[in-house]
């Protein structure tokens, strides 16, 4: 949200709109414009939403085909929030019709870049498609100068994407602030000075990305509805246990330290807080629009909730609670080992070491005679598992843990290895 005092501009919000609700009340301004930089790959949008319920212009590219009225917009438009004059400049790549939003109030000046321009690198782009990714990333290349071009070099820099996202393409960096300086000085895309080297350089590192990815814009085409964020009454016992019986989705949201320590049997361990990605795995890794049960503490799972809302994954039903015996009393409790790499000294000659990491991750280094199933295709290639007790790791632990769930729920004997890649 960028505004002069009275009038506010919003800027690809996400779905759950209360918390931009909250920041235009703390500022006591008005919400008179939302705009989009682009249909979003990775999250539902909250602009139509928030502009229906201020009466607010909707800014979208008018190349954009909709399926809602909007204010049509396109390269070189220009508009007035207030004492603001908001500029659109077109930056295809991360998709065809991108645009970028530059914003002066005639002394200080703001770049809200999308998914074009990001801290350290630029958008992917081959989530529109394959055909496309090459001229895509031959407009990227261009459309970073052409921004550059049309701000000041202290221009304060403002992608919707960062360090982590899938949408994210080539090395981006951990920076939480930046201006089109920094970027002309560090970010490969200006820094390569060969357009066929950076359009080589970035397909080649392209890595596989979420398969919710497919649900996005099509429902962003269309305008999504608000999010329900009401946590719901607790599952009464028997009913959750008449779900894990019958083989339905429950996710155990606590840690997952926790989780291997004790858990219902059947269900899966999708670790929720900061830094887990738990969205991007939970909408990649498990079957889409199934009804979901989430088990944990009450405020992990409105958070979970509120998370999962802006890819799609509405209305959740809950067991709150963190001791897993007393919410499905007579369900079966089950534990794994959890270890760090000296417990794979352990292991037995006829054992399996799984590696969930991505396979670009495996290729680029991996413990001897691991097998290699990413994490998002494990549901699939289970029958590719060798019989045998599996100690299964990943980078970090957090894939691991949620690939020794999803094993055991399948009836293996499993061994979490819950540490960092490499070995040290």
Not at 140 to 163: I, K, N, W
Not at 180 to 193: G, K, L, R, S, V
Not at 306 to 328: Q, V
């Amino acid at each position: 949200m960028v505004h002069d005092g009275q009038a506010a501009l919003v800027i690809d919000p996400q779905r759950d709109t209360d918390r931009v609700e909250a920041a235009a009340a703390a500022a006591h301004v008005r919400i008179t414009h939302v705009a989009e930089t682009h249909l979003h790959n990775d999250y539902l949008t909250g602009g139509l939403i928030l502009a229906r319920a201020h009466g607010a212009a909707y800014l979208v590219n008018g190349a954009d085909a909709v399926g809602f009225e909007r204010t049509p917009i396109a390269d070189g438009g220009t508009v007035r929030v207030g004492r603001l004059t908001v500029k659109a400049v077109a930056t295809p790549g991360h998709t065809h019709h991108h645009l970028s939003y530059v914003v002066t109030d005639g002394k200080d000046q703001a770049v809200f870049s999308g998914g074009s321009l990001l801290y350290g690198s630029v958008g992917r782009t081959d989530l529109v498609s394959g055909d496309d990714t090459e001229q895509l990333t031959r407009e990227q290349y261009s459309s970073v100068r052409r921004l550059a071009a049309e701000a000041r070099p202290d221009a304060a820099l403002y992608p919707t994407h960062g360090f982590g996202s899938f949408c994210s393409s080539g090395p981006a960096s951990g920076a939480r602030s930046s201006t089109i300086a920094e970027q002309q000085q560090h970010n490969h895309a200006f820094t390569d000075p060969d357009e066929d080297h950076f359009v080589q350089e970035l397909i080649s590192n392209l890595t596989a990305y979420p398969s919710y990815y497919a649900h996005m814009a099509p429902a962003n085409r269309m305008g999504p509805g608000p999010a329900n964020l009401a946590v719901p009454e607790s599952l009464d016992p028997g009913e959750l246990s008449r779900r894990l019986a019958e083989g339905e989705w429950v996710v155990d949201v606590r840690r997952r330290m926790a989780f291997a320590a004790s858990h219902l049997k059947g269900s899966v361990s999708f670790e929720y807080g900061r830094g887990t990605s738990f969205t991007a795995y939970l909408g990649w890794v498990l079957p889409w629009n199934r009804q979901l049960t989430l088990v944990g503490a009450e405020d992990d799972v409105e958070k979970a909730i509120r998370d999962l809302s802006r890819i799609g994954i509405d209305s959740p039903d809950a067991a709150l609670g963190t001791e897993p015996s007393a919410l499905a009393p007579g369900t079966d409790v089950a534990h794994y080992p959890r270890v760090d790499w000296g417990g794979l000294h352990e292991r037995s000659p006829g054992d399996v070491v799984l590696d969930v990491r991505r396979v670009d991750e495996y290729d680029a280094g991996h413990l001897a005679g691991a097998v290699n199933i990413p994490l998002h295709e494990l549901l699939q290639r289970m029958p590719e598992i060798p019989d045998g007790k599996v100690w299964v790791h990943c980078a970090s632990g957090y894939r691991s843990g949620v690939a020794a769930s999803i094993l055991q729920r399948a009836g293996r004997e499993v061994v979490h290895v819950d540490a960092t890649y490499p070995p040290a």
